[in-house]
């Protein structure tokens, strides 16, 4: 699909308007050019300008045939460039979305929302003081939000702060992300660092060496000013594709660097590939008190795993299941992903009932996401997924699912190039959510990444700014550099948090 857009020389509109074409299209190329005689669509924009910013949008088929829509809103103070051309783009994304719509009689449930975190919006208004109900008119009017996705959001945040009353009030405190980068193998639709162990070793222990150096001097330094650790998450790439003894000596690092380890709210481990874990491990982690762990199918059909690179069987993960509970794992998550490769409603069925039989503490429903740099997405053409209608059945499989199953929304996320234009939802039984996933989602503290492509997010206590840092993707050059990115990482709290550790 081509669509020539007229009227919008600005070239900052460029990506707005191909983000949300892409919902509605595949491999659709947006040219701002009103005489493209390439074009399947031409859309001309009229946008003016004054006390309101006024916009009118024409489409025009191959056929000739005429969609229009148009828009008008007072243009509110601003006080950069920055700030005006925003609400110069919001309207016409309007305008646009609304045209499109018109043309090929899909509705985006999301409005003109592209971003990750949708709750997040929410959250900010109620923090503001606005009335929920003003609030829901508000990101219906101002991002075309239909109610339904509305509905959901007040779920999730009202189920967030009964988790974590304090949320808007954790900023002093840190959460933690530690990133492992290795794995069995790499799935088919995996984008994080995650590199084959096997054969590694001498990598996975300089690696190892250079994490615990990360622990002890963010630990000395969060000691040094008093700051509280809200949440630990480790991830990666498996956590659990290093051995036991190795695990064992980084939880000891973990009690011996950070502070006041026993008063952390939740220590979690991903222990996703079944294929990891072992009697060993297990008996590791609870000797550590760490009891929350995700153990993720993302299939119960064979044939799905072996498309897109699981080396583990079904029967593995229901076996792995049972021996975590035997161990003493009082918390347990489970993935799934809706529209694998090959996977239709009657697959995902069969997913959800098997997973009925286990009945993990947490759920996570995701979408999936071709994302840029897969082998899914760089081989398109040889992963058959599910069309849009299928999809959405899927996932209304999954809502109903959980709720007749005691589970309910607490977290939710979306991706570009999502299936559907979708979400992936963390559903959970009561008293049984993931308070990082609140946390990274939401976005109410700094959350310090130490490892292999461990991002961190620092969020300035009191504007509330973030600023992104990441480490190195790949084990050797994070094991060449990573006492200068933990200097790097100390200076930057350094500017955020004074000797008492209160905002600087």
Same mark, same amino acid.
């Given at each position: 699909m081509r669509i020539s857009i007229g009227g919008l020389a600005d070239e900052r509109f460029h990506r707005p308007l191909q983000l949300i074409a892409n919902l509605f299209f595949e491999d659709c190329q947006i040219v701002l050019s009103v005489d493209d005689e390439a074009a399947d669509l031409r859309i001309k924009f009229d946008l003016q300008v004054a006390e309101e910013v006024s916009v009118a949008a024409e489409l025009i088929d191959q056929k000739g045939a005429v969609h229009f829509s148009d828009y008008g809103k007072e243009l509110l103070p601003f006080e950069s460039e920055k700030e005006r051309f925003k609400q110069l783009k919001n309207a016409v994304a309007h305008v646009y979305l609304t045209v499109l719509q018109d043309y090929t009689d899909i509705t985006q449930k999301w409005g003109i929302l592209t971003g990750v975190r949708p709750t997040k919006l929410l959250h900010k208004k109620l923090q503001e003081g606005i009335p929920a109900e003003v609030a829901h008119q508000q990101l219906k009017d101002d991002y075309l939000i239909t109610d339904e996705k509305i509905q959901l959001m007040q779920q999730i945040v009202d189920r967030q702060l009964t988790v974590v009353p304090d949320l808007y009030s954790l900023e002093r405190e840190v959460s933690i992300y530690i990133g492992i980068p290795f794995c069995p193998t790499k799935c088919a639709y995996c984008t994080f660092p995650a590199y084959a162990i096997n054969g590694r070793q001498g990598s996975v222990d300089s690696f190892l060496g250079g994490l615990h150096y990360e622990m002890r001097k963010i630990g000395e330094w969060?000691?040094?000013?008093?700051?509280?650790?809200?949440?630990?998450?480790?991830?990666?790439?498996?956590?659990?594709?290093?051995?036991?003894?190795?695990?064992?000596?980084?939880?000891?690092?973990?009690?011996?660097?950070?502070?006041?380890?026993?008063?952390?709210?939740?220590?979690?481990?991903?222990?996703?590939?079944? @294929?990891?874990?072992?009697?060993?491990?297990? =008996?590791? !982690?609870?000797?550590? %008190?760490? #009891?929350? $762990?995700?153990?993720?199918?993302?299939?119960?059909?064979?044939?799905?795993?072996?498309?897109?690179?699981?080396?583990?069987?079904?029967?593995?993960?229901? @076996?792995?299941?049972?021996?975590?509970?035997? =161990?003493? !794992?009082?918390?347990? %998550?489970? #993935?799934? $992903?809706?529209?694998?490769p090959g996977e239709g409603l009657a697959e995902f069925t069969h997913s959800l009932g098997e997973t009925e039989k286990l009945m993990p503490e947490s759920l996570t429903v995701h979408t999936l996401s071709f994302k840029r740099a897969s082998e899914m997405t760089k081989n398109k053409d040889r992963y058959r997924v599910a069309g849009r209608t299928e999809v959405e059945k899927m996932m209304k499989l999954a809502q109903d699912w959980t709720t007749s199953n005691g589970y309910a929304p607490y977290y939710l996320y979306r991706q570009k190039n999502i299936l559907g234009n979708l979400e992936n939802v963390g559903y959970s039984l009561p008293n049984q959510e993931s308070i990082y996933n609140i946390m990274i989602m939401e976005e109410q503290q700094t959350i310090i990444g130490l490892g292999c492509g461990a991002s961190s997010k620092f969020i300035d206590p009191l504007s509330g700014k973030i600023t992104h840092f990441s480490n190195p993707k790949d084990p050797k050059s994070y094991n060449e550099s990573f006492e200068a990115y933990t200097e790097e990482k100390i200076n930057i709290l350094n500017e955020l948090f004074s000797e008492n550790g209160s905002p600087a």
């Open positions: 969060l000691k040094e000013k008093g700051v509280r650790i809200t949440t630990v998450y480790y991830g990666g790439g498996t956590p659990t594709s290093i051995t036991a003894e190795e695990m064992d000596m980084l939880y000891e690092e973990m009690y011996a660097s950070f502070p006041d380890v026993d008063s952390i709210r939740e220590i979690t481990v991903e222990a996703g590939r079944p @294929d990891t874990i072992t009697r060993e491990k297990l =008996a590791v !982690m609870k000797k550590w %008190n760490i #009891d929350r $762990i995700s153990i993720n199918p993302q299939s119960y059909t064979q044939e799905t795993l072996r498309a897109i690179g699981r080396h583990h069987t079904v029967e593995e993960t229901i @076996d792995k299941f049972h021996l975590a509970r035997s =161990a003493g !794992m009082n918390n347990i %998550n489970m #993935d799934l $992903i809706i529209g694998l």
